[in-house]
């Protein structure tokens, strides 16, 4: 069964805004869209970029190293069809932000 695990505050985390966190010692980015929170896997495909670390283009988080492109809905990249990320379900709770950890 999975939980769900706090990776940060909501109030540290603006709109247009990233951050990554670690669920069960995997690499995660979490980012402030409009008001909504999504979370993917935090290693891009192509070269293990921190995605994290990237910006935002509308509901896509370009890498900072290549700026391959990945959907924060679906973990699709835009580069590579065969490319994609985990989508982690997030949850808010008193201000915090949840993610589900892998079954």
Same mark, same amino acid.
């Given at each position: 069964?999975?939980?769900?695990? +706090? $990776? %940060?505050? =909501?109030?540290? =985390?603006?709109?247009?805004?990233?951050?990554? %966190?670690?669920?069960?010692?995997?690499?995660?980015?979490?980012?402030? $869209? @409009?008001?909504?929170?999504?979370?993917?896997?935090?290693?891009?495909?192509?070269?293990?970029?921190? @995605?994290?670390?990237?910006?935002? @283009?509308?509901?896509? $988080? @370009?890498?900072?190293?290549?700026?391959?492109?990945?959907? =924060?809905?679906?973990?699709?990249?835009?580069?590579?069809?065969?490319? +994609?990320? %985990?989508?982690?379900?997030?949850?808010?709770?008193?201000?915090?932000?949840? =993610? +589900?950890?892998?079954?």
């Amino acid at each position: 069964m999975s939980d769900f695990v +706090r $990776v %940060a505050a =909501l109030n540290d =985390l603006a709109p247009g805004q990233g951050l990554e %966190a670690t669920v069960e010692g995997q690499p995660v980015a979490v980012f402030n $869209v @409009l008001g909504t929170i999504r979370a993917i896997g935090g290693r891009c495909a192509h070269r293990g970029g921190p @995605l994290g670390q990237g910006s935002l @283009l509308g509901s896509t $988080v @370009l890498c900072p190293w290549h700026a391959w492109g990945y959907d =924060l809905e679906t973990g699709q990249c835009d580069v590579s069809t065969d490319a +994609r990320v %985990a989508v982690y379900e997030v949850r808010i709770e008193d201000g915090q932000i949840l =993610l +589900r950890t892998p079954a």
